[in-house]
């Protein structure tokens, strides 16, 4: 716990009061600061989720109004139906615990991913005392000479009815157009295979839920709430400085933002040729990156399926976050009429991410790599198009993620690679690898994430492919 001085806890205190409009928030950032927030476990004793494990702290009394708001997810029938089917043949037993936590939007963790061109002292303080853990060896963050002014708003969501509202941006910084708690490990216990990296990502072992930070002029965002596997695609792309990188399906633009939390690439290009979805990533660029960076990160707007012939070899690491039958999302947010074509839609999606894909493979330079990634457990979207692909493409070649990402994070998320049956790819039920042949080109398919209770990251899959030199 920290403490302050009496004298601190007074300084603290008007300077809250300047920076807040209403009171409330000065109310409750004391209230997180200074450790009225008591956790209860959201695993038992035997591993298993609690039903409604959520933080013990007092809220200000809200009205009627806001009480009807607050509405709560109803899963559709149809899609679950559907899911319940598939997931059932290709994940055999893990469906069933798959699906509970799925089901249960009150149970899904978030993390904290914070941006190194601001000051973030006073949030990583907040995180740490409230029992957030950095998901990744950490080193020094690289900081810009001249910091943006920043604003500090932490009102944390935390029971089970709480929800955090989404602010609307409205943002001015302007970028070019173109047409184109899980226990921190001890230092010395971390595995070795992951490099310190300047992306630093908070996550906690409940469903503690920060506040989105609505923006100001002037003043950048200090932090980007995810789905903490997110960031595990932007890790196997491996950004370094200077880097020319193409993020093929960019909106709404977290993994951009966590590139350029890795490193300071020479040029990325955030392609999203959907004009509401591109409005609302460049006004996420905005809210996060700084003017200096504006020469660096350029927003375009074309097919991406045609992006790699026109800008063939331009690339160093190119990611496809492909268009997906998302489960999270359709199993909430599909209207019982909309179901048969967001299912005909979804047997249309393979053939468009193979396109994808391929397009992506013109696009790097040979020696370059390329990393698919999609937020469904389908099969079909993720083992089966990297195979498709890697069948019309001598050039790309699979590497292996299981060693180099899934083995050091299996603390924190629970992984599954491809496996073979009768000549279908399914998933193994051992987070051991096995040491066949195959096994070991089923690994380099690539890995999934899946959310299971107490580690409900997820679903993630991604793979990576290397062009070939010629």
Known sequence: MISFSPSTTFLFFLWARQMFKFPVYVRSTLRIIFGKVTPRPLCSSNGEAGHDAVFKAKKPQQDSASQVNRISKKECQPILDHFDKQ??????????????????????????????????????????????????PQKEALTLPSVVPTVFNADCQTSKNSHAKCPKDDSHLQFQNSSHAVIQQPESERCPILPSLSLQCYIHPYPLRFPSQAHRPGQLKQYYLLNAASLLPVLALQVRNEDKVLDL???????????????????????????????????????????????????????????????????????????????RSWLFSSADQQVEQRLKERSRLPRLQVQLL?????????????????????????????????????????????????????NYFTFRPAHRVSGLVTHTQSLQPQRSHAASYDHKLGILVLPQPCKTWGPMFLSRLRKRKR
């Open 249 to 327: 399906c960019s909106a709404p633009g977290g993994k951009a933002l966590a590139i350029m939390q890795c490193a300071t690439p020479a040029f990325l290009c955030c392609n999203e040729p959907d004009s509401h979805r591109r409005d609302r990533l460049a006004k996420t660029l905005e809210s996060f990156l700084p003017h200096s960076m504006s020469s660096r990160v350029v927003v375009s707007a074309q097919d991406g399926r045609s992006f790699g012939q026109k800008e063939a070899g331009n690339y160093d690491k190119v990611l496809v976050d492909a268009p997906c039958s998302n489960d």
């Open 87 to 136: 997931y059932s043949e290709e994940l055999g037993d893990l469906w069933t615990s798959v699906r509970s936590v799925l089901l249960n939007p009150h149970s899904w963790q978030y993390g904290v991913l914070l941006n190194r061109f601001t000051v973030v002292t006073d949030i990583k303080r907040v995180l740490l005392s409230q029992g957030f853990s950095t998901l990744l």
């Open 358 to 410: 391929r397009s992506a493979l013109s696009a790097v330079r040979p020696g370059g790599v390329v990393v698919y990634s999609t937020c469904t457990l389908s099969t079909g979207e993720n083992f089966a198009v990297v195979e498709a692909v890697l069948r019309d493409c001598p050039e790309a070649e699979p590497e292996d993620l299981w060693e180099e990402i899934a083995l050091p994070l299996s």
